[in-house]
């Protein structure tokens, strides 16, 4: 096989000592700056690109993977230990994950993480090695109304993070839609709920929002109602190191993250949110601790962690085997790869090959180096739940700061750090679920696009949202979801209250 | 002796403060991979290969709206910054007038025009329709049968798609546009047959047109492109001739010596041999236009614009 | 507290968010040629969708709904509020809108640094100043240095 050997090659290359050096430099500055909320993987990979300037092409594609999936990673470990997720997609980690921290599981909780990253980043660079061209081809087949069924599959699976009272819930999503609508409309051009300022015209900057309502809400919460004792839980209390159990429950969630994450990550539209919404869901209902859920269960972990990562390598394949960057962080790929004289694009593999195969070696390379970085550091990690609270939550503070003001130097986000902050606190005294507000405003404005986009090629007709085979598959899932719990339930009622006659 | 000492550790400081990279502050206010980013990346990579600025760049992509949602978020973020560029071009002129944006571009500075990207109509390889008569005779029985993407509402690809159906004899008005954030999307969404056709520049559509994956049915300059098989809308019977110029503006309020210090860089990457070669690549036409020329020019624009948004029913 | 049993005022907010975005969404045109969904009918339609929420919250409410705090790391067993701690933290929050743009990053985090360690009742504010003062100089520098824009020093003084 050509591939392997070229493969083989390109393995020879980044496996020197040197090279390796580079890759351990370029995760631990990825993860560095990853972890920063508010500051998600194409940021992290624009401000770093510069530094890749000065070593030799080959050294750093192997210094770019480390940074890469390091960016990718960085967000998981805030997530988890001081549930203030950075980008939209590490959400979805916290849940579980800072749950799992309380309970003095954060070192197990991380290590799923970090492996979990390890294996989705390994089964993904596989695929992106072997099955990247038939895997592009879904760019082509999604049209609008399959994403349209898509995302009503995301609103409809998350729906489990609504909590227990409904209505809060159903609130929650839709102030996170409200929140969405604001800006100028793509489809008309309109100018929609900007009252005039000019600064509402780009709308509602979504990690702005994650970060307020996470931490600043909790900063204000925490606060209020602080018991004035010194830390009182041992973060290593659950051992160190994930158990047999752990490892059991983990397993199939990073692969079944995993298969979400690729595919879903390669499409245009797809980003990293989705595919994280949607292994979270999907572990939510085929876990058999159904009632940790919530408490800190693995598997909400596991899950969307590798959904997460396997998204960001699926990324790539468009970008390789097409030339066509689907997202911000491919489009800076593309700008550094043009750096090199890589023109990805149809062409790409028969013109540069070496080169390509360097970089994809360096992928599967970067991503060890992220394990072996990041592994032994978990014990270092959960330490931070040791600083004294007036510091810890002082220093998230600083560190929110550096992410919001940094993105935009823009007034109205620190306004709206205030705002949203203190609605974070008032959901948090009135048990409103937090998630579904940051649900609503990701999903919202992309189903809208697709909606309106649908309908108009399609006139007006409705049944145009399920001309496709694939948005009728999707959306009979969505009529599933939606119609046989009930009817199940309702048979089950018939069936006691026919036993007890 | 200790004056010198002075001098020295003064000179010192100097060249490290000089040394110390400076990254500019680049704005491309449209979609990753689509014509605004490639004109504001593009440009550094010239500059950097022929040692013009080496500082290297950040980039944010906000996308959407003909691109005023970033003139806005720049706007906002960056006055007084002499560091700070922004990628623009006629489509960005064309959002201004139909948002009736409260940012304009009397808000920043004009610094230069660089190219001229000519527009194409293509259609996914597997269409029925092999020319752009076949597309147009289509569009005259069914018009919102036949739907068009490209790029935000209101931008040269609207307008192109309205003036074909002006130039048909059709109501402009009624074209079923679909607006997408890139080229990049709607060349997607044409190879995947999810719309009937889409108008974009030739820098975004030529490379999937060489693989094969679309068919390139007419440009939108006033002669034939030189490497495209395809007609001028012109010579197709179509009297309609438009082309997306794109260009830099500095940050609003930026310094004197900021304005002639990034013109003096334009100007020779202009004449550097490496942004030949980008020219090249990205199959742009060169279109050169700096300083106070690029300032009237954009006055002329602005007042032609508006009249063909009138006329087509876009604004009132 | 009464307030908490009954917080009327929840629905309230919920219902007049509603309200302004149907009436924004009313003066938007509602319909478009071929799609029928126009620029207004979503945000008319997630409007009256809070207003309807929010109905249905007062609802609860009325009906005696129970209200119990979100557990966290930290928080003291009978969940005693402290406004002391409250106040510091809102302000801590609430002084970046006000210092940011004049005084700079490092000053503004230094105070906000400062007002959350005071809302957590640390026992000594001058030394949580010369912290706050490190801290947020050397996050400053570091990110400045790895391409973050924070701005400068001291913007009024123009450094």
Redesign the interface.
């Known amino acids: 096989m050509d591939a392997l050997a070229a493969l083989f090659d390109g393995f020879a290359i980044a496996l020197q000592p040197i090279n390796l050096m580079w890759a351990l430099i370029g995760t631990f500055m990825g993860t560095a700056v990853g972890v920063l909320p508010g500051i998600g993987p194409a940021l992290t990979i624009a401000l770093l690109l510069p530094v890749t300037a000065n070593v030799a092409p080959t050294s750093a594609f192997i210094m770019f993977a480390g940074i890469f999936y390091g960016a990718m990673y960085g967000g998981s470990t805030t997530s988890i230990l001081l549930n203030t997720p950075g980008e939209s997609g590490s959400m979805m980690t916290a849940l579980e994950g800072n749950k799992m921290a309380r309970k003095g599981r954060g070192a197990a909780a991380l290590a799923t993480a970090a492996i979990g990253s390890f294996v989705a980043g390994t089964i993904a660079t596989l695929g992106l090695t072997f099955l990247a061209p038939p895997i592009a081809e879904l760019a082509f087949i999604f049209t609008p109304p399959d994403y349209f069924a898509l995302m009503l599959l995301a609103f409809l699976s998350v729906s489990v993070v609504l909590g227990a009272s409904r209505v809060r819930g159903f609130i929650a999503l839709f102030i996170g839609l409200a929140l969405g609508l604001m800006g100028i409309d793509s489809q008309s051009g309109v100018q929609r709920l900007t009252f005039g300022l000019p600064a509402l015209l780009d709308g509602v900057e979504m990690t702005v929002v994650l970060v307020s309502l996470f931490a600043i809400g909790e900063t204000l919460y925490v606060a209020s109602r602080f018991a004035g004792q010194p830390p009182n839980l041992n973060p290593l209390a659950g051992g160190a190191w994930m158990t047999r159990a752990d490892w059991r429950r983990s397993w199939k969630p990073w692969l079944r993250g995993t298969a979400i994450g690729f595919p879903i990550g390669a499409l245009p539209a797809g980003g990293s949110e989705i595919p994280t919404f949607l292994s979270y869901a999907a572990e939510r209902r085929l876990t058999a601790h159904p009632e940790e859920f919530g408490h800190g269960a693995i598997e909400g972990v596991a899950g969307p962690e590798a959904a997460n990562n396997a998204s960001a390598a699926g990324v790539l394949v468009p970008l390789l085997t097409l030339g066509l960057p689907t997202s911000a962080t491919a489009a800076i790929l593309l700008a550094a790869f043009q750096n090199y004289g890589l023109q990805p694009g149809p062409l790409l593999f028969i013109n540069s090959g070496d080169l390509v195969w360097a970089l994809i070696a360096s992928l599967y390379v970067g991503n060890l180096m992220l394990l072996i970085l990041n592994l032994p550091l978990v014990g270092l990690w959960v330490r931070l739940l040791f600083i004294p609270r007036p510091y810890l939550y002082a220093g998230i503070l600083i560190f929110a700061l550096v992410g919001i003001w940094g993105v935009a130097n823009s007034w109205m986000d620190l306004a709206m750090m205030f705002g949203v902050g203190l609605m974070g606190y008032v959901m948090r005294v009135y048990d409103f679920p937090i998630a579904p507000v940051l649900i609503g405003l990701i999903l919202g404005p992309m189903a809208e696009v697709q909606l309106r986009r649908a309908l108009a090629i399609g006139q007006g007709d409705p049944m145009a949202l399920v001309s496709t085979p694939l948005s009728a598959v999707l959306v009979t899932i969505c009529v599933l979801i939606l119609v046989v719990p009930p009817v199940l339930s309702w048979r089950r009622a018939r069936r006691v209250a026919a036993g007890s006659t | 002796m200790i004056r010198t000492l002075i001098g020295a550790a003064a000179a010192v400081v100097t060249t490290a403060g000089l040394a110390m990279?400076d990254?500019a502050?680049v704005m491309a206010p449209g979609g990753?991979?689509g014509g605004y980013?490639a004109m504001a990346?593009q440009p550094f990579?010239a500059m950097?290969a022929d040692g013009i600025f080496t500082?290297?760049a950040?980039?944010t992509?906000?996308?959407?709206?003909?691109g005023?949602?970033?003139l806005?978020?720049f706007?906002?973020?960056?006055r007084g910054n002499d560091n700070a560029v922004m990628s623009m071009g006629s489509i960005l002129v064309g959002?201004i007038l139909?948002?009736?944006?409260?940012?304009t571009l009397e808000d920043v500075t004009p610094l230069a025009r660089l190219i001229n990207d000519t527009g194409v109509v293509a259609v996914g390889t597997n269409s029925p329709f092999q020319t752009i008569d076949d597309l147009v005779a289509a569009m005259k029985e069914n018009l919102?049968?036949v739907?068009i993407g490209g790029g935000?509402?209101?931008g040269v690809d609207h307008i192109a798609a309205a003036l074909i159906a002006q130039g048909a004899g059709l109501d402009p008005k009624?074209v079923?546009y679909?607006?997408y954030?890139s080229g990049?999307?709607a060349?997607?969404?044409i190879?995947?047959?999810?719309?009937t056709a889409a108008i974009s520049g030739v820098s975004e559509f030529k490379?999937?047109a060489?693989?094969g994956?679309i068919r390139i049915l007419a440009v939108t300059s006033e002669e034939r492109f030189p490497g495209i098989d395809a007609p001028s809308l012109k010579e197709a019977g179509i009297d309609v001739a438009i082309g997306n110029w794109r260009g830099w503006v500095g940050a609003p309020d930026m310094s004197e010596e900021g304005r002639q210090m990034w013109l003096d860089r334009l100007t020779r990457m202009h004449e550097g041999e490496a942004w030949q070669k980008v020219l090249e690549?990205q199959g742009w036409e060169d279109a050169f236009l700096a300083g106070e020329d690029f300032v009237a020019f954009l006055e002329e624009e602005k007042a032609r614009q508006a009249g063909v948004l009138r006329d087509i029913g876009l604004i009132d | 507290m009464e307030q908490q049993k009954r917080p009327y005022w929840l629905a309230a907010a919920v219902a007049l968010w509603g309200i302004v975005w149907v009436w924004q969404g009313l003066r938007l045109p509602l319909t478009d040629r071929y799609a029928y969904i126009g620029p207004g009918l979503p945000v008319v339609g997630i409007g009256a969708g809070l207003v309807i929420l929010a109905l249905i919250l007062a609802l609860q409410i009325r009906g005696g709904v129970p209200f119990e705090e979100q557990s966290a790391e930290d928080v003291s067993a009978d969940h005693h509020v402290s406004w002391y701690g409250l106040a510091f933290a809102a302000a801590g929050a609430a002084v970046p809108m006000l210092t940011m743009r004049h005084l700079g990053f490092v000053i503004t985090c230094m105070l906000a640094f400062w007002l959350i360690t005071r809302a957590f009742r640390s026992p000594r504010p001058a030394l949580d100043l010369v912290i706050g003062a490190v801290v947020s100089l050397g996050a400053w520098y570091l990110f400045r240095l790895l391409g973050v824009q924070l701005g400068g020093l001291l913007p009024i003084a123009g450094i």
């Open positions: 990279a990254p502050v990753p991979g980013d990346r990579e950097a500082d290297g950040t980039f992509n906000r996308g959407g709206a003909g005023t949602i970033g806005a978020e706007v906002n973020a960056n959002g139909l948002n009736d944006s409260p940012v919102g049968g739907s935000s509402a209101g009624a079923n679909i607006a954030d990049a999307d060349v997607t969404a190879g995947g047959g999810a719309i490379p999937m060489d693989a994956r690549t």
